[in-house]
């Protein structure tokens, strides 16, 4: 059996776990994560467990324990930022994990097949879900104009592809969004950022001591 090269561990997350080719992906995720001297973390290793168990609130409470235990393990995480259920958000889990690495002070990538800003993915969706447009809304005060939805609720995080704090906590720890047609495309330049970010540190830290 190949041993594993002694790399940092990146936690792989996202809503990949819910897609049917989702082993398919995280292989194909981990030998890329190889190629730049990383070793990828899937939510399924160490959860051999979980299959055999019955569905339920104390198995999706132990799935989250799991998660939790990996990304302590893990050294950095790189995190799919799709649309999730064809809304305009991503999926709310994979937003909780993004906050708790970045509580520790851990590097970041995040990745994407969908460019469009985030106001546009709101629009999208009211219009095909809702048959809604937004609304315009212009403030006497002479402040920015502000888009509505169907439900009075601002539209927000403008210029970004996602929820500011999502975006925000990534950027902040470092790393970039990387945007591409497909999603192997996508991780793979996300994968390669997180590395120079992880090994650029790395040497900077060497050179200070030096």
Aim: overall charge negative; aromatic content about 10%.
């Amino acid at each position: 059996m190949t041993a594993t090269p002694d790399y940092p561990k990146v936690y792989l997350g996202g809503d990949l776990v819910f897609r049917k080719n989702a082993q398919e992906l995280f292989k194909a995720f981990k030998e890329m994560c190889l190629a730049v001297r990383l070793n990828g973390v899937s939510p399924f290793d160490g959860q051999d467990e979980v299959e055999a168990l019955p569905p339920g609130k104390e198995t999706s409470l132990l799935i989250a324990r799991l998660d939790r235990g990996l990304m302590d393990e893990c050294d950095a995480a790189l995190f799919c930022i799709d649309p999730f259920r064809r809304a305009a958000d991503m999926d709310p889990g994979t937003a909780v994990e993004i906050g708790y690495m970045a509580a520790q002070n851990k590097p970041m990538a995040g990745y994407t097949v969908d460019g469009r800003f985030y106001h546009e993915k709101v629009q999208t969706y009211f219009e095909q879900a809702w048959h809604t447009p937004l609304t315009e809304e212009r403030p006497h005060n002479g402040a920015r104009v502000r888009w509505l939805d169907a439900d009075s609720m601002i539209v927000h995080s403008e210029g970004l592809l996602q929820n500011a704090m999502v975006e925000g906590f990534i950027r902040q720890s470092g790393g970039d969004i990387a945007i591409a047609d497909d999603i192997l495309s996508a991780f793979r330049a996300a994968a390669s950022d997180l590395a120079g970010l992880i090994y650029g540190a790395a040497e900077e830290k060497d050179t200070s001591h030096g």
